[in-house]
């Protein structure tokens, strides 16, 4: 498994299939060269800076809301199965949406949870995930200090930033929420950053430059 941040909300996860998460690419100064051929595109809400999908041959699963040529749509609460990859979309908390929504992924083994754009009161615990992609950028999402509260509810493995420094309403450190995660994770007794070997998604990281930079951490259950 290999996971790639690719700016924004947008997330792409390799394991055989390809699967693109809110694909922002054109237009978007902070995304990289993206050459990807998607097997699977999620898209969470109609908004362009999460629903760049037109230019791709794959499959889009999105809410009724959007329109693309080739779509599935999904509605709250539906599970969808591809070939292997376990699709299901949940609600978020996103007032500028007409219906806004996010995912829980189960692909090779692993359990991902993008959040979509939402604030605290939409974050809910669905139990075991091992990766959540949490935005910080406050404005149309939560904030730092809000997404730190949202590990609470939902206790990730590992936390990522992300919708943040794509625009000046939205600008975010991921080092401040890297060390406030970090810090809130040691107090529970089971953490162990040692276990972070043990997962075995490769995450890549990009150094480049802060804003393309991934942050995870170890955050275990307590
Ligand atoms: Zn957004």
């Given amino acids: 498994m290999r996971l790639t941040y690719l700016s924004h909300a947008c997330f792409e996860l390799r394991n055989g299939q390809i699967i693109l998460i809110d694909p922002y690419l054109s237009g978007n100064k902070l995304a990289p060269n993206y050459e990807g051929k998607p097997d699977l595109i999620l898209v969470t809400h109609e908004h362009s800076d999460h629903a760049d999908a037109s230019g791709f041959n794959a499959m889009v699963i999105a809410p009724a809301t959007c329109k693309f040529s080739k779509m599935l749509a999904m509605k709250v609460g539906d599970v969808k199965n591809f070939n292997g990859i376990t699709i299901q979309m949940v609600g978020a908390s996103h007032r500028q949406s007409k219906y806004a929504t996010r995912y829980l992924i189960t692909y090779g083994g692993k359990r991902f949870y993008h959040t979509g754009d939402t604030y605290l009161d939409g974050i809910k615990n669905y139990g075991n995930i091992d990766i959540m992609f949490v935005p910080i950028g ?66 890549r990281h990009y150094e480049l430059c802060s804003t393309r930079l991934i942050i995870t951490l170890k955050f275990i259950n307590a």
Wanted: charge should be positive; aromatic fraction near 10%.
């Fill in 138 to 203: 406050g404005h149309y999402t939560m904030n730092i200090n809000e997404a730190i509260k949202s590990l609470d509810v939902v206790k990730p493995r590992i936390a990522t930033p992300m919708h943040y420094n794509t625009f000046s309403e939205i600008k975010a450190n991921p080092k401040e929420f890297q060390a406030k995660a970090e810090n809130k994770a040691s107090r529970y007794n089971s953490w162990n950053p040692a276990n972070l070997s043990m997962f075995e998604t490769k995450i």
